[in-house]
């Protein structure tokens, strides 16, 4: 009990500087806020829409004009402009008023209804990913399918039934499963990511200044003076409220992604609970070992902001961490985000079975443990000598 009291009292002080500091406001309170309100409302549509596309008819043909519509009515892209020549749709390209130009050449009607081949340009932007690969994906499969129209009506004509003519123009059927982003859905895969990532920052980042800024200002041997030079007393006093608070602001974004906008949920709540708890545990002990190595503030900031910012390269959402050097694929263990995105796509998206999900369950258990464990000597020395080596 007598070891509670001190702890209790640091808890005290932290909770009041959590509203009462400045930086401490900004980094626990405003931005986790800010964040979650921006990517939920940058991400909100999900998939890009209604991509603008310029659409060069050299024909002017019934058909033509009917390709023209079932581009239009693809969801991914819209018909907004109608340049006279392709010079001015790739004008319009280089410009940036839209992704692509598609020309459909003179005769298109009457060389298609002779049985000769024909050809509809498409020009789009690929240094623009995103919105150059959906333009291009819309056209292969409206044209794709106006071509097996054309192709079924022929063999329609010449007495092959509807079903061995779809079998005659396309043999084998693809089945795809797309696994790393399910839903094809921007907003799910992205925001679960990112909103995470941004989350783990303003713990490193709130966990280092609560004890860098005692350190910089030469309070580290008070601290350790009021608990009778118990260590473990000032880091529980100083982390519980922000691993409360933090665990409170992280149920309030999960709840924003799952309930707020709706984002697909199959697996168990509860490990993810347990993953963003210690998802906060590992960073936090990762922010002491930061500041045990580190001389100054400024240097335990830089180094824990860096590594919290990195650790979304080796989480696998922008490449797959099997796909990555050996080296990499086993530095990407060390970082807790790599875990938790992986825990919070099993659970929500996948859905798999909780035994599946044991594995970056007990590894954040372990990341939770082993940092602080490392420079638990170092902080004690430092926070008896009550200062970082350097005060910047």
């Known amino acids: 009990m007598s070891k509670m009291k001190p702890a209790l009292r640091i808890a005290k002080r932290e909770i009041a500087l959590l509203f009462n500091s400045k930086s401490t406001f900004v980094f626990a309170v405003l931005l986790p806020f800010v964040s979650i309100l921006f990517f939920n409302t940058l991400l909100s549509e999900g998939v890009a829409r209604d991509l603008p596309v310029a659409m060069v008819d050299l024909d002017h043909s019934a058909l033509s004009r009917n390709v023209i519509a079932q581009l239009d009515v693809a969801p991914e892209i819209e018909v907004n402009y109608f340049p006279l020549n392709q010079q001015k749709g790739e004008e319009l390209v280089r410009l940036g008023k839209v992704y692509g130009v598609i020309t459909i050449p003179q005769n298109f009607e009457a060389d298609l209804k002779s049985g000769k081949q024909v050809h509809i340009i498409n020009q789009y932007n690929s240094n623009l990913l995103l919105p150059g690969g959906l333009e291009y994906k819309a056209f292969r499969k409206v044209i794709g399918t106006i071509s097996a129209g054309v192709n079924i009506e022929k063999q329609r004509k010449q007495g092959v039934s509807m079903q061995q003519a779809m079998v005659n123009y396309q043999p084998i059927v693809s089945n795809n499963h797309v696994l790393a982003n399910p839903y094809t859905n921007y ?44 260590l ?15 665990l409170l602001v992280g149920i309030i974004m999960l709840f924003s992604m799952y309930v707020w906008q709706d984002f697909p949920f199959f697996g168990n709540k509860l490990a993810v609970l347990v993953g963003l708890m210690f998802l906060i545990i590992s960073n936090q002990s990762f922010a002491l070992f930061f500041i045990s190595v580190s001389n100054s503030f400024r240097e335990a900031l830089t180094i824990g902001s860096g590594f919290a910012a990195v650790s979304l390269s080796f989480s696998g959402i922008t490449f797959p961490v099997f796909g990555m050097p050996t080296i990499l694929q086993w530095l990407s263990q060390i970082f807790p985000f790599t875990h938790f995105f992986e825990l919070l796509l099993d659970q929500s998206q996948r859905g798999f079975p909780v035994f599946y999900s044991l594995k970056p369950l007990i590894i954040l258990v372990v990341l939770s443990i082993v940092p602080i464990s490392l420079g638990w000597f170092k902080l004690k020395r430092l926070f008896s000598k009550g200062v970082f080596n350097h005060s910047i």
């Open 187 to 230: 907003s799910y895969y992205l925001n679960t990511g990112f909103l995470a990532m941004f989350f783990q920052i303003f713990v490193m980042l709130t966990t280092i200044y609560c004890f860098g800024a005692d350190l910089k200002y030469s309070k580290g041997n008070k601290l350790l003076n009021i608990t009778e030079g118990n």
């Open 232 to 246: 473990s007393a000032i880091i529980l006093g100083k982390v519980l409220p922000y691993t409360i608070w933090f």
